[in-house]
């Protein structure tokens, strides 16, 4: 719990500066526009030169803090690495802030988990004398991260069991509830008790619409097959290029995303205003064209993104792609039954759910973050059926879990180098089901 405070503090912090900067960021675009020749340079400038000091810290101070850092929690709960260490956390916050704030298509809850991570390793290597106990507090400290990144408490906690640990037990339990609950609880103190979205009124769901959302499902693990391939290409060809400095390829994707960013501030980001553009009234006014438009750049510029190397999240994106994905997907059926009322908004937010289970193949995760960011439980067995449907079609085409991939990149990208100063723990052990010996 004390933890869990700690990293409400900080969450909190971190969502409120990213805030005023998104806020900063468009209305400085907005201004640029007066003078378009001067406006394009400088914003080219600008989100180039902060893609890459966000680099430059993670270069400089902590290696460790690129990308999303669940992989590294991951691995460092099956005592494959050594936790991270204090300089993780000024980094994460600090370069989070420039690169996320500049615009790159990134999550907030990347930086958040392992933050919340190195807290509950700081703290717990100070007081507990036993590593199990110690990685119970490592990983409820993730999951209170994951909870102030979305604001929903309950979901973080599913996180830490689902996909941190997969496991299951009472000692987990309570100290993952406990992190979740006081960490959430101090960070609505900080930035007022409100949910991430608003996405319509809780409504009767037709049972003969099963169907339709399961349809959806299949379509969106095949997307999220797909996405998963782009983040490994790009990161792929990001290591062929190492003859070109990391810094200047950091500021060349800052270079594109704020040429994206110059035409449609709302395409870069986070993606939390485009996801809730997404579940409101507005997305009725958007043509499929545009629509479809949005969906291929996100889904693109995410992956694009992550290749930087800056920190920054995978989920938070794939929000407002599986939300417009879930749009077009009702646009599509309209046409082939055109007397059957379909309620677009309740698509979209089953899309957000399904796309994440298609990416991390953490369905219970995914299903309890939209419901608590949406407050749609009302859509529980549409997700169901969808998320079943996508988890199995995006497993049956041979994508692999995205975090699973990232970890054995990581570990592979370490083979050779100094190894974990302490034993690995047992998979028993490392989740606090036994003591060492």
Known sequence: MVAGGLVGLL???????LGLADHLRSALIVQAHVAPVYGVCATLLAVGTAAALARWMVVRFAPIAAGSGVQHVEAMMRGEVRPAGAAVIPVKFIGGLLAIG????????????????????????????????????DAAGAGAGLAVAFNAPIGGSIFVFEELTRSFTPRLVIATIGAAAVAVAVMRLMLGDHQEFSAGTPTYQPIGQLPLFLGLGALLGLAG????????????????????????????????????????????GGGDVLAQGM?????????????????????????????????????????????????????????????????????????MAALFTAVVR????????????????????????????????????????????????????????????????????????????
Not at 11 to 17: A, E, H, T
Not at 314 to 341: E, I, K, N, Q, S
Request: hydrophobic share 55%; charged share 10%.
């Open 11 to 17: 969450g909190g912090g971190f969502r409120y500066l």
């Open 362 to 437: 953490a369905p219970l995760t995914g299903m309890m973050l939209t419901i608590e960011m949406t407050g749609r439980a009302d859509l529980a067995l549409a997700m169901l059926f969808a998320c079943l449907s996508a988890a199995v079609v995006a497993t049956a085409v041979g994508s692999e879990p995205i975090y699973d991939s990232l970890r054995c990149r990581m570990l592979a990208a370490m083979n050779g180098s100094s190894g974990p100063v302490e034993k690995p723990l047992s998979a028993v052990q490392a989740v606090g089901l036994a003591t060492p010996g």
């Open 279 to 351: 579940l409101s009234d507005i997305s009725a006014h958007l043509a499929t064209t545009s629509l479809a438009l949005i969906f291929v750049a996100r889904l693109v510029l995410g992956p694009v993104c992550y290749a930087a190397g800056t920190p920054g999240g995978l989920f938070a994106p794939l929000l407002a792609v599986g939300a417009t994905f879930g749009l077009l997907y009702v646009r599509v059926v309209d046409l082939w039954l055109p007397g059957v009322p379909l309620p677009p908004i309740a698509f979209a937010v089953v899309g």
């Open 225 to 268: 097959a797909g996405y998963n391939a782009l983040t490994l290409g790009f990161l792929i060809v990001a290591d062929r290029l190492s003859a070109i400095p990391s810094l200047v390829r950091a500021a060349a994707i800052g270079v594109v995303v704020g040429a994206a960013g110059w035409f449609a501030p709302a395409l870069i």
């Open 102 to 137: 500049a615009g790159l298509a990134l999550g907030r809850e990347g930086p958040t988990v392992q933050m919340g991570s190195t807290i509950g390793t700081l703290l717990s290597r100070s007081v507990l004398p036993n590593a199990p106990d110690r990685m119970v507090v």
